[in-house]
């Protein structure tokens, strides 16, 4: 999944002026404080910093938004989304990922509370046809304190794993609060950050949200003890995207967890593949998450259309 061509552009322009190798350890920095979980200050503190952020970050985070919002498109096809709030909107990510899958959205409202990321969000969006047709308000200030009026749309991507747990469970109560059709909550599928995820699925599903995706029942997570729910979206790579990742491919695989809660109830598939189907000769095993946890299925070839239909099953997909 690449960026926008308009998008790749603006980070570009953006990049121009400053120095390669400052920006280089500028992601090294980045890296080592995500990495650790360290937020006891703010991980992004100067401009090299945002630059490296964008170049290094930001196509991954991208991806795994559009990831996501192409599973609420599948959930519900009829849904129209005209108002979005974005909690911890950084440089504005999650915006264009909904202008890419929600082209109808026409008003925006976008918390950041890094003055300087909120400015370089806002230069960003001038790029963005779309951007043009949208009623878009910045809020520079902590998103556990925000206030907002009601949105079709809450998300918060890849902010809840920074938090303590009083200023997550603030956050998540309020996000649904605001919203009057579903919240997306998405973060890095790593053990950490899926606990995150974990926390807000239990408060969301105490105060009454109908959970869309990626799960397929409302019980117990069957992976709240050493395993964790994951999934994965590749990414395609800038020059500068690998040159800051230190890397050869021309491409990552950004691992993410993420939740999707509505306020309708739905129906649920019958099981969600959560690892890599296995194809062999003849026949395919994929893990499934289901109502009564996980299991081990095997379809075979005398099962015709489920053969045929696993034989393009992918992880992540419902089955």
Not at 233 to 244: E, F
Not at 245 to 260: I, N, P
Request: net charge positive; charged share 20%.
């Amino acid at each position: 999944m690449p960026l926008p061509a308009d998008l790749q552009s603006a980070i570009d322009r953006e990049a121009g002026p400053f120095d390669r190798r400052r920006l280089l350890n500028a992601a090294r920095e980045l890296h080592a404080r995500y990495d650790c979980g360290d937020f006891h200050g703010p991980a992004i503190s100067g401009p090299e910093h945002r630059i490296a952020y964008l170049q290094a970050r930001l196509p991954a985070t991208y991806a795994a938004v559009v990831h996501v919002l192409e599973a609420v498109r599948n959930r519900f096809p009829a849904l129209e989304l005209k108002s979005l709030a974005d909690l911890g909107a950084g440089p504005g990510t999650a915006f264009w990922a909904v202008l890419s899958c929600f082209p109808e959205l026409r008003a925006a409202t976008l918390v950041e509370q890094d003055v300087g990321m909120a400015a370089l969000g806002r230069r960003l969006a001038d790029h963005n046809p779309r951007a043009q047709l949208v009623q878009t308000k910045w809020m520079q200030q902590d998103v556990t304190g925000s206030v907002l009026a009601p949105h079709d749309a809450v998300v918060i991507s890849y902010v809840l794993g920074e938090l303590a747990p009083a200023n997550l469970r603030n956050l998540v109560e309020k996000a649904w609060t605001s919203t009057k059709t579903l919240l997306a909550i998405i973060e890095p599928g790593t053990p950490r950050n899926f606990q995150a995820v974990l926390a807000a699925r239990q408060m969301l599903i105490a105060a009454g949200a109908h959970i869309a995706a990626p799960c397929p029942h409302h019980q117990a997570c069957p992976m709240a003890g050493d395993d964790w729910c994951h999934f994965a979206v590749r990414v395609q790579r800038s020059a500068d995207h690998r040159r800051l990742k230190e890397g050869t491919l021309s491409y990552e695989d950004e691992k993410f967890s993420y939740l999707v809660a509505s306020r309708q109830p739905m129906e649920w598939p019958a099981a969600r593949i959560v690892r890599h189907p296995l194809f062999h000769p003849g026949h395919v095993k994929m893990t499934l998450c289901a109502a009564g946890g996980l299991r081990q299925e095997t379809i075979g070839k005398s099962q015709k259309d489920r053969y045929r239909a696993a034989r393009h099953a992918r992880w992540g997909d419902a089955w």
